[in-house]
T-cell receptor, first 114, second 110 residues
Framework: DVKVTQSSRYLVKRTGEKVFLECVQD?????MFWYRQDPGLGLRLIYF???????EKGDIPEGYSVSREKKERFSLILESASTNQTSMYLC?????????????FGDGTRLSIL | GQNIDQPTEMTATEGAIVQINCTYQ??????LFWYQQHAGEAPTFLSY????GLEEKGRFSSFLSRSKGYSYLLLKELQMKDSASYLC???????????FGKGTKLSVIP
């Protein structure tokens, strides 16, 4: 069965801190994604990666960076956390870029920035 | 990316049928996904349509009309556990990125 694991379900950090959100997939998937989900706004793509050390900006990359040093791990980094980054963060994996491949999501990390 | 539109909320009765609609812009379209998301949980994949017509999977069916830029998810014999948000997501030509709609929150009542 498909498994995408996010390191924390809940996280509380302070403004200005550097925050790391970790995501691991055990499916040998090529593509990985980071989204944030906010009430009334839906899921919005922050960054994605289609290979090790490769990354592409999504729709809302400002204030974030990512790292993919190994195929199974995709990290989201908040360089200097701000209160407007309080949100639910969802990681997803996708087998490859062929059409019709679904994305499989982790359980999410609910991040609060105080 | 796509511009995806779906209703914000719907309510339906246990045992009934409900149809959740989704419209998208047709230029550069290359397939449409439906996901289910229970409160506090991850979205889970329900269906994918790229050709016109109806795809049936048990109680759930998904329909696509490419010419009209329109899809719907049909849920039959509603159960209380079907109370969830249903997310419509489109892919553009040459891209595996998904653009999600804001989701439709379905409440199933006794």
């Amino acid at each position: 069965d498909v498994k995408v694991t996010q390191s924390s379900r809940y996280l509380v950090k302070r403004t200005g801190e550097k925050v790391f959100l970790e995501c691991v997939q055990d499916m040998d998937h090529e593509n990985m994604f980071w989204y944030r989900q906010d009430p009334g706004l839906g899921l919005r793509l922050i960054y994605f990666s289609y290979d090790v050390k490769m990354k592409e900006k999504g729709d809302i990359p400002e204030g974030y960076s990512v790292s993919r040093e190994k195929k199974e791990r995709f990290s989201l980094i908040l360089e200097s956390a701000s209160t407007n980054q309080t949100s639910m963060y969802l990681c997803a994996g996708q087998r490859d870029g062929s059409f019709g491949q679904p994305q499989h999501f982790g359980d999410g990390t609910r991040l609060s920035i105080l | 990316g796509q511009n995806i539109d779906q209703p914000t909320e719907m309510t339906a009765t246990e045992g009934a049928i409900v149809q959740i609609n989704c419209t998208y812009q047709t230029s550069g379209f290359n397939g449409l996904f439906w996901y289910q998301q229970h409160a506090g949980e991850a979205p889970t994949f329900l269906s994918y349509n790229v050709l016109d017509g109806l795809e049936e999977k048990g109680r759930f069916s998904s329909f696509l009309s490419r010419s009209k830029g329109y899809s719907y998810l049909l849920l039959k014999e509603l159960q209380m556990k079907d109370s969830a948000s249903y997310l419509c997501a489109g892919t553009g030509a040459g891209s595996y990125q998904l653009t999600f709609g804001k989701g439709t929150k379905l409440s199933v009542i006794p």
